[in-house]
């Protein structure tokens, strides 16, 4: 079964640095990959979705890695604003090969941008 | 505006007294499923739709049901609910089940007494 974990939980950066988001999984026999921002109580937006054929995406500020063979993708942030404070979790879609099309999610890590 | 509707949004009720919650996408998407978050465990797929009539569990299905008897919506069913079924709901949907990015709705926040 497929699991995916997300390092560090929680990550508390000032305003104005880059970071990483790490994301990992154990069945590289994937569709896709996708990253999702949540706030507080909310529904969850889209960032990013990279084809287990792809190696990156870009959209603004943001880029994502995957690399399905060793099961590890990174989200980076560049310039990070207050605005950037929420939840990012890591969803990754089944292959039809491992008996699911689910999303299996991460549990998030939850990004504080100080002023 | 493409997007994927929930109601309600918020819904307080007692033990074993039955509810829906409706979810309605308007972008045509094959795939539709309910996801359940709470704290420390994440976001769990309860059911998915691959189309019209073609349903099936995903990984926390008791105590749920759901139907696909039109393209667009997609209501779960708490024939009989209880108070480990409080829990934040979202309903999402996609154009096709593999290669399409997923989309989410505002979420209903279920509290069972």
């Known amino acids: 079964k497929q699991e995916v974990t997300q390092i560090p939980a929680a990550l508390s950066v000032p305003e104005g640095e880059n970071l990483v988001l790490n994301c990992s999984f154990t069945?590289?026999?994937?569709?896709?990959l996708q990253w999702f921002r949540q706030d507080p109580g909310k529904g969850l937006t889209s960032l990013l979705l990279?084809?287990?054929?792809?190696r990156e995406q870009t959209s603004g500020r943001l880029n994502a890695s995957l690399d399905k063979s060793s099961g590890r993708s990174t989200l980076y942030i560049a310039a990070s604003q207050p605005g950037d404070s929420a939840t990012y979790l890591c969803a990754v879609s089944g292959s039809a090969g491992a008996g699911s099309y689910q999303l299996t999610f991460g549990k998030g890590t939850k990004l504080s941008v100080i002023p | 505006e493409a997007q994927v509707t929930q109601n309600p949004r918020y819904l307080i009720t007692v033990t074993g007294k039955k509810l829906t919650v409706t979810c309605s996408q308007n972008?045509?998407?094959?795939?539709m499923s309910w996801y359940r978050q709470d704290p420390g465990l994440g976001l769990r797929q309860i059911y998915y739709s691959m189309n019209v009539e073609v349903t099936d569990k995903g990984d926390v299905p008791e105590g749920y049901k759901v139907s696909r008897k039109e393209k667009r919506n997609f209501p779960l069913i708490l024939e009989s609910p209880s108070p480990n079924q409080t829990s934040l709901y979202f309903c999402?949907?996609?154009?096709?089940?593999?290669?399409?990015?997923?989309?989410f709705g505002p979420g209903t926040r279920l509290t069972v007494t």
């Open positions: 069945d590289s026999a994937i569709y896709n």
């Open positions: 972008m045509n998407h094959e795939y």
């Open positions: 990279i084809q287990s054929s792809q």
């Open positions: 999402a949907s996609r154009l096709a089940v593999t290669t399409y990015e997923q989309y």
